[in-house]
């Protein structure tokens, strides 16, 4: 063979050599899944903030308004499908009583509970049950002026019970979801409220 | 770093609290005997309520305070201001009637010092008038008179400057020697006229004694409520009314004209 033909073929074996190295190197990690592992999304300790709406079903459905509500429920994961947490929440109406004094009066619900809440996880979509019982508190007697309260009543024992869907972002601690609720005020006489919201959960 | 995260927690359940804190709510109160009505039988053309707002009794240390502060400021504190105190007054006129009718509104009422009562007032006018003289006394606010259709309702609001207004020309009538006619016709803040003794450092005393009179042609309702922001938490509830701060103010007599 030629020296000339030698060189060629040497220089030509390397460079087909040279991409054979790479590849080689490039095959030692596993790739990383691009989908979360809801294993080991955090659990323990959380907090949620929820906005929405709350309307009130029954005899005060005509006339105390459907009302902006706002919440946070501090909860702690007893298991990845149960979990305690304590819910305060706000919401603010304003009444329509027909040829009544009492309209146009603007007042708010406080209420505070204790809830047990429950949870089925399908990899980052997550369904909920929820119930619990607390206190509400009421801005005035107004109500008790028309005759939906006792006179000067302005607290209440509440019962509540709803449902919740909820959806894990990327990040371990984040998820977003959607809440319905529904409340009975012991000392309201009215059916119940119905409350709408979505919120935002952080996992400690 | 859980720590770190962990802290903003105790601030996070703090925030919906302080929503439900300190905002002033209002009380309302609705009047003793019911609506009032005009025109019913022998009911005449007017029709009056009174509301009595139960407030409590200073604390024997509250007692002293004023006391003191009353001797520094050269005239007495009232234990109930008007800048503590904020009155209004919703209401609704019904036409009953199967006419047209024209309502109106007028408030009295008593401070802790003075009860201004429009009847008594009237009456001591009458008696004394000559001539069969028409005798107008005023009352310390009045609404626009409005028409009503039967059947119809109107919905009206005594606002919070409105009974501040009536407040202050109570106290200067009361307190202060003004004439009834100067301060009861002008809005202080446009026409201060009537005024005069009134001290720059005056505290203004609240009404704790409402009086809603219906002025009415014809068969009429007048629903109606009190509305107080109590910012100092004074107001009694309904359990407790019965030992209310009950103060003895004078019935407002206007001085004797001047011998000629």
Redesign the interface.
């Known amino acids: 063979v030629r020296p000339l033909l030698r060189r060629t073929l040497t220089t030509l074996g390397f460079l087909l050599l040279m991409p054979a190295g790479e590849a080689l190197a490039q095959i030692t990690n596993e790739p990383v899944s691009p989908y979360p592992d809801p294993d080991k999304f955090a659990r323990g300790i959380y907090g949620e903030a929820e906005v929405g709406t709350l309307l009130f079903v029954g005899d005060a459905g005509s006339s105390v308004g459907p009302g902006a509500v706002v919440g946070v429920r501090l909860g702690y994961d007893v298991f990845r499908w149960v979990a305690l947490q304590v819910h305060v929440a706000g919401s603010t109406h304003t009444t329509t009583f027909r040829d009544m004094p009492q309209s146009g009066q603007i007042l708010q619900f406080y209420q505070g509970s204790a809830e047990l809440k429950l949870t089925m996880r399908f990899n980052r979509v997550a369904a909920s049950a929820m119930g619990g019982a607390g206190l509400a508190l009421i801005s005035s007697n107004l109500l008790g002026t028309t005759g939906l309260t006792e006179p000067d009543v302005q607290n209440t024992l509440v019962y509540l019970g709803g449902l919740g869907a909820d959806y894990h972002t990327m990040s371990r601690h984040f998820s977003f979801g959607l809440a319905a609720t529904f409340a009975k005020y012991q000392r309201l006489r009215t059916t119940g409220a119905i409350a709408a919201t979505a919120y935002v959960r952080y996992t400690f | 770093m859980?720590r770190h995260?962990?802290r903003?927690?105790p601030p996070?359940?703090v925030?919906?609290?302080l929503?439900?804190c300190g905002?002033n709510?209002?009380?309302?109160f609705?009047p003793p005997m019911g609506p009032l009505e005009t025109g019913q039988g022998d009911a005449g053309a007017e029709s009056t309520s009174v509301v009595v707002l139960p407030f409590r009794e200073p604390f024997d240390k509250e007692r002293e305070r004023l006391e003191e502060s009353s001797n520094a400021l050269g005239f007495r504190e009232p234990w109930l201001r008007r800048d503590h105190v904020a009155i209004s007054v919703?209401?609704?006129i019904?036409n009953l009637d199967d006419q047209p009718g024209k309502a109106q509104v007028f408030i009295d009422g008593a401070n802790e010092f003075t009860n201004y009562d429009r009847a008594a007032l009237a009456a001591a006018a009458e008696a004394a008038a000559m001539n069969n003289d028409e005798v107008v006394v005023l009352p310390l606010f009045q609404t626009i008179p409005v028409e009503v259709q039967p059947g119809q309702?109107v919905?009206g609001d005594i606002r919070e400057d409105d009974m501040a207004e009536a407040e202050l020309d109570l106290d200067a009538i009361g307190r202060w020697m003004a004439e009834p006619a100067q301060v009861l016709i002008n809005a202080s803040e446009v026409n201060p006229i009537g005024l005069e003794r009134v001290p720059p450092n005056n505290l203004v005393p609240a009404m704790f004694q409402i009086s809603v009179t219906l002025v009415a042609q014809g068969h009429m309702r007048l629903?109606?409520?009190v509305?107080v922001r109590d910012s100092r938490e004074r107001l009694l509830?309904?359990?407790h009314a019965g030992g209310a701060y009950a103060p003895r103010p004078m019935g407002y007599m206007p001085p004797a004209p001047m011998a000629p």
Request: charged residues 25%; aromatic residues 12%; without cysteine.
């Open positions: 859980r995260r962990l903003w927690l996070l359940a925030l919906p609290l929503g439900a905002v709510n209002p009380t309302y609705t919703q209401y609704t019904t309702s919905r629903d109606f409520l509305r509830d309904l359990e």
